[in-house]
């Protein structure tokens, strides 16, 4: 019998509960996944930031039907009570109580709900081009003008979704890079809408650049990039561009375009401490534009 209740679990209460259960694996007395540092953090994120949601019907999962829990009778939901400890934030959770140790062989063995299905569900097309085109922007600072390593969430890119609904266009201006294949539709996506927060004209033409290339002079910043995005095409495969190098590469070039220069050199980035800020214009206050908040401008993002 399975007996399901909902509780809290306290950082001090996750954290003793997961020395039991690592006791008990290092002594052979049971068998379990390692934790996923990244899941920790995701889910250590959305505590943080108030999104946790634990009405969704999953639980952690325990052998005996005992009121106290103990490490060595976990089941499934390691991952969860590290975020609670990570995040020194109480987790509230639904428990399954009585469930067998021979389930762990059929946890998780559907398919993954992944952002890009979340976003298909939800009636939007080009689900996964949005996908990371959200992930992204979660990770852009706009104050600063520049990118973090900020641990993303499915939940935190689905709020800046609803904040920032005209993500959306940016997409669909996107798919005009699809056919060249000179850089995934989801950066530039990401690209494009950072940059037309601050300039709409300008960052139309840099989506134009890399999807035509006409009317383009040599010094353009823009030219200079799509050769770059061009050669990359035919590289040896350990020779082709990270994303954080396209990124570096079109945030240079816009700033020099931007600010009315001929440039003959674009440089990457192989790491955050080496990606380039955002110019963001003289003058230019930083703010959205509220037609762009709700997309209510025809035609523009």
Not at 32 to 38: D, I
Not at 57 to 64: N, V
Not at 136 to 143: G, N
Request: some cysteine.
């Amino acid at each position: 019998m399975i007996v399901f209740s909902q509780e809290t679990f306290t950082p001090a209460e996750a954290r003793r509960i997961l020395a039991e259960h690592d006791e008990a694996v290092a002594s052979g007395e049971i068998i379990n996944r390692k934790r996923k540092p990244p899941t920790v953090r995701r889910y250590a994120a959305d505590l943080l930031a108030g999104r946790w949601y634990p009405e969704t019907g999953e639980t952690i999962k325990f052998e005996t039907l005992d009121q106290r829990l103990v490490g060595r009778h976990l089941v499934d939901g390691q991952n969860r009570l590290a975020s609670c400890v990570l995040a020194d934030r109480d987790l509230v959770v639904y428990v399954a109580r009585g469930v067998g140790r021979r389930a762990y062989s059929y946890i998780d063995g559907g398919a993954i709900r992944n952002l890009a299905v979340k976003l298909h569900i939800g009636g939007n097309s080009h689900a996964p081009q949005l996908a990371a085109a959200l992930k992204w922007l979660c990770r852009w600072d706009e104050a600063e003008g520049r990118l973090t390593g900020v641990a993303v969430t499915d939940q935190g890119s689905l709020d800046l979704l609803e904040s920032d609904p005209a993500v959306r266009k940016s997409v669909a201006k996107a798919q005009a890079v699809a056919e060249q294949k000179l850089l995934g539709v989801g950066v530039a996506a990401f690209l494009h809408r950072i940059f037309c927060k601050h300039d709409l004209d300008l960052a139309d033409q840099f989506i134009d650049a890399l999807s035509a290339g006409a009317g383009l002079n040599v010094g353009d910043p823009f030219l200079l990039l799509r050769q770059k995005l061009t050669a990359n095409k035919s590289a040896a495969q350990r020779k082709k561009f990270q994303q954080l190098d396209v990124i570096a590469m079109s945030v240079r070039a816009w700033n020099a375009k931007r600010g009315g220069r001929e440039i003959k050199l674009l440089r990457g980035a192989s790491n955050l401490s080496e990606m380039p800020t955002l110019d963001f214009g003289q003058g230019d206050d930083k703010r959205m534009p509220d037609s762009l908040v709700d997309g209510s401008a025809e035609g523009r993002v």
